[in-house]
């Protein structure tokens, strides 16, 4: 199946940040919106749909771009300085594109066969359902927690089995699967990250894949598409595509707090008052640091995965911590400007208290957990008695 590409004048890196720059003051608007519905606008999926950003996970075959995945982390972090609701979907919908070139080919094609800008959620708590081997695949129930982006999406990835060896991510359509709105929460709540349940739905082998297998045993994604990043373990990249948004955010309250202080609003007014400035100099230093350490170390695991390296268990571990790392700095910086803010930050019409709880909400996710991320490195590195 070939698809078109969108018209951009090129399909490059520069091209898909400009789409990305002239949707930010859009989804700025939008942005108390998309909380009061808890989800993401209708009309902000069309913009990103009618933009081509969603195709910059696909497979070329299926209507991708000719780009990799590191251009959609960097539109991720460009979108989140509009509305981080919204990044963070747009992240785990070009990230599912993307997961999907790593399936078997039949399932690629039935995923594809609705069209390129095709949308998956995903609810990956194996704990939370089960799947019975049968024959020709498994009979799939359950109830899983936090499917970002599900009001949207067109197929729903589950996950099911405790141990590695038994891991299973499920593909269903959405039409197998039940929607509870569960999402009243402080933070990201536009990205109606709501329950799943499905009651006994089949789900073929050829819709299964084993993530801790994928890109190291299983190679079906290198070897259909031939991409740098289909030579990556998938887990290796898991954490840095939701690390993305919450750099943008970070850099939403950056501008925000820039933007306030240049009109004279906030605290610290007085002429002779340095306490702002060098609460910006730092915030915004520790911000431009993680995004550099994040482009750094995608950069790193796309050339060693394109020269057909491997990836041992301490380098996935640091890979791991930097993703953790730059979280952390993000988090400094949103957390010192709002402290500096004044009273007025408070105010729901003010952007830059909305950005600070949706970088909270999104700093909670399992993945991104610092202190897990440091002992793991730790471990590897000193061993487990040091």
């Avoid at 989800?39 to 999926?45: E, L, N």
């Avoid at 089995?161 to 699967?177: N, S, T």
Wanted: glycine share 10%.
């Amino acid at each position: 199946m070939t698809v078109a590409t969108p018209a951009w004048p090129e399909a490059g890196p520069h091209d898909a940040l400009r789409q990305a720059s002239a949707l930010v003051p859009v989804l700025r608007e939008r942005a108390a919106q998309a909380e009061q519905l808890r989800r993401v606008p209708s009309d902000s999926v069309r913009d990103l749909r009618a933009s081509g950003l969603i195709r910059i996970g696909n497979p070329d075959r299926f209507g991708g771009v000719g780009l990799d995945i590191d251009t959609a982390f960097a539109v991720s972090q460009e979108l989140g300085r509009g509305c981080g609701s919204t990044a963070w979907c747009y992240a785990v919908w070009v990230t599912h594109n993307w997961w999907l070139g790593q399936f078997p080919e039949q399932c690629q094609e039935e995923y594809f066969a609705g069209g390129p800008d095709t949308l998956c959620s995903s609810a990956l708590n194996p704990a939370n359902g089960t799947a019975e081997r049968v024959a020709g695949g498994f009979r799939v129930s359950g109830r899983w927690t936090f499917s970002s982006g599900v009001d949207a999406a067109d197929w729903v990835m589950v996950a099911c089995g405790a141990a590695p060896d038994d891991r299973q991510w499920l593909l269903l359509p959405r039409v197998d699967c039940d929607v509870v709105d569960t999402w009243f929460a402080s933070g990201l709540r536009g990205t109606g990250s709501n329950d799943v349940v499905v009651r006994d739905a089949f789900v073929p082998e050829h819709r299964t894949i084993n993530p801790y297998r994928v890109g190291d045993s299983d190679r079906t994604g290198w070897e259909l598409h031939k991409r740098a990043s289909y030579g990556v373990p998938l887990k290796v990249f898991t954490e840095w595509a939701l690390t993305a948004p919450v750099i943008g955010m970070a850099q939403g309250v950056v501008d925000e707090f820039t933007s306030r202080a240049r009109r004279g609003g906030g605290p610290g007014r007085a002429a002779d008052s340095s306490a702002p400035r060098l609460r910006l100099a730092q915030a915004s230093a520790e911000v431009d640091t993680a995004r550099t350490l994040h482009r750094a170390d995608v950069q790193e695991i796309l050339e060693r995965a394109g020269r057909g390296g491997s990836f041992s268990p301490l380098e996935r571990a640091r890979y791991l911590r930097d993703a953790s790392f730059t979280v952390s700095l993000c988090m400094r910086a949103v957390n010192r400007l709002y402290e500096a803010s004044g009273a007025r930050a408070m105010l729901d019409a003010e952007p830059i208290q909305r950005l600070h709880r949706d970088a909270h909400a999104a700093s909670h996710h399992q993945a991104l957990n610092w202190d897990a991320a440091a002992q793991q490195f730790g471990r590897l590195t000193l061993g487990p008695d040091s």
